[in-house]
T-cell receptor, first 116, second 109 residues
Framework: TAGITQAPTSQILAAGRSMTLRCTQD?????MYWYRQDLGLGLRLIHY???????GKGEVPDGYSVSRANTDDFPLTLASAVPSQTSVYFC???????????????FGPGTRLTVL | GQNIDQPTEMTATEGAIVQINCTYQ??????LFWYQQHAGEAPTFLSY??LDGLEEKGRFSSFLSRSKGYSYLLLKELQMKDSASYLC??????????WGAGTKLIIKP
């Protein structure tokens, strides 16, 4: 089982360019999440989706957009990249959203993005 | 506001025991998670506590005190492969995880 995959693994992007980070899961999980992880800071939630067809804003949504057309895919788009978006981006999924041990989040391998 | 505090770095010796503490403030509370993250890799789930007390899972145990807003992760019989960052995360009333910055654990032979 692949679990949750992300592409690309890493990318260098010129400021002002757009880019879509891809995330796919094959676990039929309802909820999906995008985080960014920066040195010295905890994981910060960018956007989330509790179920296909719905999305919500997290702690740091500005400059990012998402869509959830189906259960498996949850792409993250940077419309016009800026250097402060240089980070490691993790996609995660969970079976549901309530506070239960069975709703642990499973993480993809991450995308390392550098914006110059 | 919401906040998770944990030490930045800890050092321990192979074969010993180490306790990583975490204090949390969340808007509502739906449980406390611990994750392990090796350098350059994704976080992986270790434990979940929603009731007070100790949850044991092999060499790892996690404790929660809701009245004190406090949790710890206890690692026994440390192995070199336990060198990693340990992330504490509290789940708020919206079932979103609030993450600490992580504790980097260095294991020395």
């Amino acid at each position: 089982t692949a679990g949750i995959t992300q592409a690309p693994t890493s990318q260098i992007l010129a400021a002002g360019r757009s880019m879509t980070l891809r995330c796919t899961q094959d676990m039929r999980h309802n909820a999906m999440y995008w985080y960014r992880q920066d040195l010295g800071l905890g994981l910060r939630l960018i956007h989330y989706s509790n179920t296909a067809g719905t999305t919500g804003k997290g702690e740091v949504p500005d400059g990012y957009s998402v869509s959830r057309a189906n259960t498996d895919d949850f792409p993250l788009t940077l419309a016009s990249a800026v250097p402060s978006q240089t980070s490691v981006y993790f996609c995660a999924s969970s079976p549901g959203t309530s506070g239960r041990v069975s709703n642990e989040q499973f993480f993809g391998p991450g995308t390392r993005l550098t914006v110059l | 506001g919401q906040n998770i505090d944990q030490p930045t770095e800890m050092t321990a010796t192979e074969g010993a025991i180490v306790q990583i503490n975490c204090t949390y403030q969340t808007s509502g509370f739906n449980g406390l998670f611990w994750y392990q993250q090796h350098a350059g890799e994704a976080p992986t789930f270790l434990s979940y506590n929603v009731l007070d007390g100790l949850e044991e899972k092999g060499r790892f145990s996690s404790f929660l005190s809701r009245s004190k807003g406090y949790s710890y992760l206890l690692l026994k019989e440390l192995q070199m492969k336990d060198s990693a960052s340990y992330l504490c995360a509290g789940m708020d009333s919206n079932y979103q995880l609030i993450w600490g910055a992580g504790t980097k654990l260095i294991i020395k032979p």
